[in-house]
């Protein structure tokens, strides 16, 4: 028979580790849960995968919500994902109120299409809406490799990070309010650009051997091309307007907003770099 000494020291460590299994299990159930929610909100990508090494462009179409890109080579694969905006509470009111709301709904469309040298991955707006009402959705994309994009939006910002090629977006509408823009390039950017929102600051971040004809308009708010790289010619300011060529680029880069400030910046490393205007 084993003494009472013995026996507490046993008692002790089958207690520890009980607590240690049970915790174990809680963590492999809260990661299940988690990786069942992130695939919830994924959205498919009809058509081949989108890998390292090939060319892309993304036209996007979200008409209410925020737009995020991120181009990375650390991005073996494209991802896209959304969220639902007050996801929890939008669903105890449609609880409340006997409507048939799923968050997890297929908002988008994700179609993958390969003409030969260039591919292009188009993400669409479906007509899901709960009793005739859709709500704001945001939407995330990771993507190895962006040679060109096309967003438009309303309902929330739009950042686009290391993408290179031409960059359009459009943020708002007669009837919604757009968001903020922010912009930063990878490395050099010789292509045109062209960004417009009716409410928010748009700023474009890019690196010093870059180059365009700029023009930044901003009637309400402040225009200002921050650089202390490259040579600036014909540059005219004027209250809420500024225009310039810079590095004698012929490109056009053209930032407007109806309601902010139109800002560029030149930095040594922009996919890094936080403006901070998030208004």
């Known amino acids: 028979m084993r003494s009472a000494k013995t026996l507490i020291p046993l008692i002790v460590l089958f207690t520890l580790g009980s607590v240690i ?4 299990t809680r963590m492999g159930g809260l ?10 909100h994924q959205v498919p990508i009809v058509g081949d995968p989108i890998t390292v ?18 181009a990375k080579p650390a991005h073996e694969e494209a991802h896209i994902y959304f969220r639902v905006h007050k996801e929890r509470q939008l669903r105890w009111r449609a609880a409340r109120m006997g409507l048939d709301f799923d968050p997890t709904g297929e908002y988008f469309t994700a179609v993958h299409t390969n003409t030969g040298e260039l591919s ?3 993400i669409s707006p479906t007509d899901l809406t709960v009793e005739g009402y859709r709500p704001p959705v945001d939407l995330t994309v990771y993507i190895p490799q962006c040679d060109g994009i ?17 960059i359009n977006v459009e943020s708002g509408t007669n009837i919604r309010k757009g968001g903020p823009i922010e912009i930063r390039t990878d490395l050099s950017q010789l292509e045109t650009i062209h960004a417009t929102t009716n409410n928010g600051h748009v700023t474009l971040v890019t690196g ?3 180059a365009g004809t700029i023009e930044l308009i901003a009637p309400r708010g402040k225009t200002s ?3 202390r790289y490259g040579i600036v010619n014909h540059s005219m300011p004027a209250k809420g307007h500024w ?23 030149v930095v040594e490393n922009p996919v890094m770099y936080s403006s901070g205007k998030t208004r």
């Open 21 to 24: 299994l049970s915790g174990c």
């Open 31 to 40: 990661r299940a849960r988690m990786a069942a929610n992130e695939l919830a």
């Open 53 to 70: 090494g090939r060319l892309n462009a993304i036209v996007i179409d979200n008409p209410n919500g925020k737009v995020k890109v991120y």
């Open 120 to 122: 292009t991955l188009t």
């Open 150 to 166: 096309e967003v438009r939006n309303a309902g929330g910002k739009v950042i686009i990070v290391g993408v290179t090629g031409v």
């Open 208 to 210: 010093p051997e870059s």
């Open 225 to 227: 091309f921050n650089s």
């Open 243 to 265: 225009t310039g060529i810079w590095n004698d680029g012929t490109n056009e880069i053209r930032l407007r907003t109806e309601d902010g400030d139109a800002t560029v910046m």
